[in-house]
């Protein structure tokens, strides 16, 4: 008995491993990766080194390695990297102000859903050499700057009904809560909701949202002091039908333009008129897309100790 019962129990262990590993591999159906990130970046180890010597001796490099962890190609002129935190002069004058040598290719679900990694690429600043004499040893930090273009692409659904007071045998529901997929970024898409408007118009609402711990800018500012605390976003939507109008952007039209984040995020209203001639008398779902670009600027320090070289 104890047999038969183990061998039932491990017949349907292997049953569930098999629906849960997707049985011959079938494609996937998901949209986009998700998450928050972006652009990752770190120095090398050993580049600077941890410790150097003064007098000119010593020359050095110092080398970041540049991942594209999220969803958004980003062409090379549009990354800025510098150095700062220390006085040029006192390193021999290096170059501390760069582009990438190659466009950060997004990562992405290929048709089969797998996860293709975006480009990783490394870049050296060199030259770097403490010309001084020091009285004693001394630690400087190096500060590595990222300024760079993002963006992120989401997709939610609406729901279009020629009688909005019909109540059963739906093709689909207008006021609820609906899912938003939005492709991985440090601002993200959130909190899709539907609902009727009027007689003749559907709303929906949405948060444009910062999740990253980096800093927003209006794009194209290249993270300009004057512009990197508006926490400005451009944000575009689209349901591909007309009689699409939206509130809570500026600087644009109807349905793009920028919004400025308070506290980390913003609501965005949209009403879509299901009164003419293209949409009356029909009922359907329809995706509504909704992107977002701005410029982002995050840092990373490493500490290098000068050591005084005696004689």
């Given at each position: 008995?104890?047999?038969?019962?183990?061998?039932?129990?491990?017949?349907?262990?292997?049953?569930?491993?098999?629906?849960?590993?997707?049985?011959?591999?079938?494609?996937?159906?998901?949209?986009?990766?998700?998450?928050?990130?972006?652009?990752?970046?770190?120095?090398?180890?050993?580049?600077?080194?941890?410790?150097?010597?003064?007098?000119?001796?010593?020359?050095?490099?110092?080398?970041?390695?540049?991942?594209n962890k999220g969803e958004f190609t980003v062409n090379k002129e549009?990354?800025?990297?510098?150095?700062?935190?220390?006085?040029?002069?006192?390193?021999?004058?290096?170059?501390?102000?760069?582009?990438?040598?190659?466009?950060?290719?997004?990562?992405?679900?290929?048709?089969?859903?797998?996860?293709?990694?975006?480009?990783?690429?490394?870049?050296?600043?060199?030259?770097?050499?403490?010309?001084?004499?020091?009285?004693?040893?001394?630690?400087?930090?190096?500060?590595?700057?990222?300024?760079?273009?993002?963006?992120?692409?989401?997709?939610?659904?609406?729901?279009?009904?020629?009688?909005?007071?019909?109540?059963?045998?739906?093709?689909?529901?207008?006021?609820?809560?609906?899912?938003?997929?939005?492709?991985?970024?440090?601002?993200?898409?959130?909190n899709f909701v539907e609902n009727v408007a009027g007689t003749d118009?559907?709303?929906?609402?949405?948060?444009?949202?910062?999740?990253?711990?980096?800093?927003?800018?209006?794009?194209?500012?290249?993270?300009?002091?004057?512009?990197?605390?508006?926490?400005?976003?451009?944000?575009?939507?689209?349901?591909?039908?007309?009689?699409?109008?939206?509130?809570?952007?500026?600087?644009?039209?109807?349905?793009?333009?920028?919004?400025?984040?308070?506290?980390?995020?913003?609501?965005?209203?949209?009403?879509?008129?299901?009164?003419?001639?293209?949409?009356?008398?029909?009922?359907?779902?329809?995706?509504?897309?909704?992107?977002?670009?701005?410029?982002?600027?995050?840092?990373?320090?490493?500490?290098?100790?000068?050591?005084?070289?005696?004689?």
């Amino acid at each position: 008995m104890k047999k038969q019962m183990l061998m039932v129990l491990a017949v349907s262990l292997i049953v569930l491993a098999g629906c849960k590993g997707g049985g011959d591999g079938g494609t996937s159906t998901r949209s986009f990766i998700g998450g928050t990130q972006a652009l990752e970046f770190n120095f090398v180890e050993g580049s600077p080194p941890k410790e150097v010597f003064d007098g000119g001796n010593f020359p050095f490099d110092a080398t970041l390695n540049i991942q594209n962890k999220g969803e958004f190609t980003v062409n090379k002129e549009k990354i800025n990297i510098t150095l700062k935190g220390f006085f040029p002069g006192d390193f021999n004058n290096p170059v501390v102000n760069k582009n990438p040598d190659e466009n950060m290719e997004k990562s992405f679900i290929d048709s089969e859903g797998n996860i293709i990694p975006g480009t990783v690429t490394f870049l050296t600043f060199s030259n770097f050499n403490f010309i001084r004499k020091l009285p004693a040893n001394n630690e400087f930090n190096i500060r590595a700057e990222l300024c760079y273009n993002y963006g992120t692409t989401a997709q939610g659904d609406i729901c279009i009904l020629d009688d909005l007071t019909q109540q059963n045998d739906l093709v689909c529901v207008v006021n609820e809560k609906k899912s938003v997929d939005s492709s991985s970024s440090p601002i993200q898409i959130e909190n899709f909701v539907e609902n009727v408007a009027g007689t003749d118009k559907v709303g929906f609402n949405f948060e444009v949202v910062q999740r990253g711990s980096g800093r927003v800018a209006k794009i194209d500012s290249s993270c300009d002091d004057e512009e990197i605390n508006k926490d400005k976003v451009w944000v575009d939507i689209d349901t591909e039908l007309p009689g699409l109008t939206c509130s809570g952007i500026t600087d644009g039209n109807a349905t793009s333009g920028f919004t400025k984040l308070f506290g980390g995020k913003r609501l965005i209203r949209c009403t879509q008129d299901t009164s003419l001639p293209e949409i009356s008398g029909k009922d359907f779902e329809k995706k509504v897309t909704i992107n977002a670009r701005f410029d982002y600027k995050e840092h990373k320090e490493i500490g290098i100790l000068v050591k005084h070289a005696t004689g």
